[in-house]
T-cell receptor
Framework: DGGITQSPKYLFRKEGQNVTLSCEQN?????MYWYRQDPGQGLRLIYY???????QKGDIAEGYSVSREKKESFPLTVTSAQKNPTAFYLC?????????????FGPGTRLTVL | QKEVEQNSGPLSVPEGAIASLNCTYS??????FFWYRQYSGKSPELIMS??SNGDKEDGRFTAQLNKASQYVSLLIRDSQPSDSATYLC???????????WGAGTKLIIKP
């Protein structure tokens, strides 16, 4: 079955630690995205990537970093510079960027700072 | 300023009735609009996409788009308890291909 996987499902971080969230897709999609969702708010874009070895900042990129070394993979690192990282993190992909392309989501990672 | 406005709800609808969810958006140039359903603790799943003015039907779901009024709606006919979820509206910014999301409307279908 084609789809998007994210791991881990739950992640706990201590103050000052960097953590990396995994996102893998086997849909052969070119574009991938990372969103953050806080209670009662809409999704906010952290980073997105249109092709391998290229990515762009979204609205809330500060304190986060990404890489896109393979088409299937788009890991997100939450650095110690992110002051309020507790949130639900969602990875998505679409065939290409923009146009009439629909985005499909992985199951999400819930990050909690201890 | 880019934004999407949705009534946060909760919207309570009896089982079997029509649920009507509404959304307004700020970008007059946008061409692509989406409705996603999100169950508590889960990720969003795509329900409908609509790109031109008028209605688009898919089973019990109908999306309606009015670009002149910058308004998009979702109708759910014969509502079922399994439709209880938060419904997120989103539109695509043509300038940078980013999806702009509303905060969602919580829908409760009462048996």
């Amino acid at each position: 079955d084609g789809g998007i996987t994210q791991s881990p499902k739950y992640l706990f971080r201590k103050e000052g630690q960097n953590v990396t969230l995994s996102c893998e897709q086997n849909l052969n999609h070119d574009a991938m995205y990372w969103y953050r969702q806080d209670p009662g708010q809409g999704l906010r874009l952290i980073y997105y990537s249109q092709i391998v070895n290229d990515f762009q900042k979204g609205d809330i990129a500060e304190g986060y970093s990404v890489s896109r070394e393979k088409k299937e993979s788009f890991p997100l690192t939450v650095t110690s510079a992110q002051k309020n990282p507790t949130a639900f993190y969602l990875c998505a992909s679409s065939p290409t960027l923009g146009g009439y392309n629909e985005q499909f989501f992985g199951p999400g990672t819930r990050l909690t700072v201890l | 300023q880019k934004e999407v406005e949705q009534n946060s709800g909760p919207l309570s609808v009896p089982e079997g009735a029509i649920a009507s969810l509404n959304c307004t958006y700020s970008d007059r140039g946008s061409q692509s609009f989406f409705w996603y359903r999100q169950y508590s603790g889960k990720s969003p799943e795509l329900i409908m996409s609509i790109y031109s003015n008028g209605d688009k039907e898919d089973g019990r779901f109908t999306a309606q788009l009015n670009k002149a009024s910058q308004y998009v709606s979702l109708l759910i006919r014969d509502s079922q308890p399994s439709d209880s979820a938060t419904y997120l509206c989103a539109f695509l910014m043509d300038s940078n291909y980013q999806l702009i999301w509303g905060a969602g409307t919580k829908l409760i279908i009462k048996p």
